[in-house]
């Protein structure tokens, strides 16, 4: 089974400049995750797809920030304008389901995208 | 809001000797999981505990979830060298929709 696919793998960037990450979940998944993940600390979420709808984006910084999950695949996350503390890596996961009623479900990363912005 | 704290923060440990990181959350779960991510990688799901009071084994990794289901611990007994990385828990809540909240990890280091 193929895992969560992510690119670029590396990215750098100078400060207002725009950026955009792809992400290819594991086949079949319904739940599609963007975090990030700054050095040193975990992984915080930006944004949770259930199929192509947004079920949490309550920590996305909307005045920048923008992700996308057409038809229920594949994502893009957009960072536009960037600012220096936006130097992260930002993982995308999946999972099958988005949970039942006694758990949340497992997710699976991919191997991240690191943004370095100068 | 919801908090999931971690602790220690960091850990270094001679071979062989056993290693605990402690996850501690603000408001009761619904289950908690831990990943594993070692140094430039990304996250790996290593288990998931659901039951007040469970307490799960994967060789030498012990896994235990409080009983009023607000922490849980990770043991390892006798760390190994491939031991090495950021352990992270994360807590399951479902308050009108389902979220995990991750801690922010201990780091694990193994003098050989």
């Known amino acids: 089974e193929a895992g969560v696919a992510q690119s670029p793998r590396y990215k750098i960037i100078e400060k207002r400049q725009s950026v955009a990450f792809w992400c290819n979940p594991i086949s079949g998944h319904a739940t599609l995750y963007w975090y990030q993940q700054i050095l040193g600390q975990g992984p915080k979420l930006l944004i949770q797809?259930?199929?192509?709808?947004?079920?949490?984006d309550s920590q996305l910084p909307k005045d920048r920030f923008s992700a996308e999950r057409l038809k229920g695949v594949d994502s893009t996350l957009k960072i536009q304008p960037a600012k220096l503390e936006d130097s992260a890596v930002y993982l995308c996961?999946?999972?099958?389901?988005?949970?039942?009623?006694?758990?949340?479900?497992?997710?699976?990363f991919g191997p991240g995208t690191r943004l370095t912005v100068l | 809001g919801q908090q999931v704290m971690q602790i220690p923060q960091y850990q270094h440990v001679q071979e062989g000797e056993d290693f605990t990181t402690y996850c501690n959350s603000s408001t009761t779960l619904s289950n908690i999981q831990w990943y594993k991510q070692r140094p430039g990688g990304h996250p790996v799901f290593l288990i998931q505990l659901v039951k007040s009071g469970e307490v799960k084994k994967q060789k030498r990794l012990t896994f235990q979830f409080g009983e009023a289901k607000k922490n849980s611990s990770l043991h390892i007994t006798a760390t190994q060298t491939t031991d090495v990385g950021t352990y992270f828990c994360a807590g399951g809540r479902n308050t009108g929709g389902f979220k995990t909240i991750f801690g922010a990890g201990t780091r694990l280091f193994v003098k050989a």
């Open positions: 996961a999946s999972s099958p389901r988005q949970g039942t009623a006694a758990r949340t479900d497992t997710q699976y």
């Open positions: 797809f259930q199929n192509n709808g947004v079920v949490d």
